[in-house]
T-cell receptor
Framework: GAGVSQSPSNKVTEKGKDVELRCDPISGHTALYWYRQSLGQGLEFLIYFQGNSAPDKSGLPSDRFSAERTGGSVSTLTIQRTQQEDSAVYLC????????????FGQGTRLTVV | AQSVAQPEDQVNVAEGNPLTVKCTYSVSGNPYLFWYVQYPNRGLQFLLKYITGDNLVKGSYGFEAEFNKSQTSFHLKKPSALVSDSALYFCAVRPDTGRRALTFGSGTRLQVQP
């Protein structure tokens, strides 16, 4: 597609349930990033992938969060046993390579934990 | 660790007047600096970047920013504001080496009044 695509655009889930958020980066982009944007907050880095290298997971807030990237393209962010504080907009971005200076963002998935 | 400060939650300016959105940063090594804009119900869009060279960088939609190393600032400016510039603006930084993910400020809401 023309841009970074994220699905679903909105997700409401019950506390304690697991959720999966999907990101389709721009074709050919080797670097992929996940960020979280909480209400009134800036963007919080979660994880990034670069090609076949080990991902940088240093921003994941707890072991309930995990992400994978299959075939160097699509990525899935999984949150297990969701908590209300996980409610946020989850943004995915991609760039042509890790040292490319411009990241292209998707429109995000708004997660609400009730 | 790197950080970004955007001291103003909101900036109000009349249409046709110049605008400035402030940003200061902290990073080890040389900074790569960015401005992104977020319109309502839309993803983040890249505006401009400073990597090296001329301290005054020009970007999309008539925006520009000035890198000031001694003041560790990267303020966003536009000579004549438009109502359509009203949006949420994020400053971001990453170091030239080490972790490649961007660190974002908390954002500044720009409101341009007609």
């Amino acid at each position: 597609g023309a841009g970074v695509s994220q699905s679903p655009s909105n997700k409401v889930t019950e506390k304690g349930k697991d959720v999966e958020l999907r990101c389709d980066p721009i074709s050919g982009h080797t670097a992929l990033y996940w960020y979280r944007q909480s209400l009134g907050q800036g963007l919080e880095f979660l994880i990034y992938f670069q090609g076949n290298s080990a991902p940088d997971k240093s921003g994941l807030p707890s072991d309930r969060f995990s992400a994978e990237r299959t075939g160097g393209s699509v990525s899935t962010l999984t949150i297990q046993r969701t908590q209300q504080e996980d409610s946020a907009v989850y943004l995915c971005a991609s760039s042509p390579y890790l040292d490319s200076f411009e990241a292209f963002f998707g429109q995000g998935t708004r997660l609400t934990v009730v | 660790a790197q950080s970004v400060a955007q001291p103003e939650d909101q900036v109000n300016v009349a249409e046709g007047n110049p605008l400035t959105v402030k940003c200061t940063y902290s990073v080890s090594g040389n900074p790569y600096l960015f401005w992104y804009v977020q319109y309502p119900n839309r993803g983040l869009q890249f505006l401009l970047k400073y990597i090296t060279g001329d301290n005054l960088v020009k970007g999309s939609y008539g925006f520009e920013a000035e890198f000031n190393k001694s003041q560790t600032s990267f303020h966003l400016k536009k000579p004549s504001a438009l109502v359509s510039d009203s949006a949420l603006y994020f400053c971001a930084v990453r170091p030239d080496t080490g972790r490649r993910a961007l660190t974002f400020g908390s954002g500044t809401r720009l409101q341009v009044q007609p």
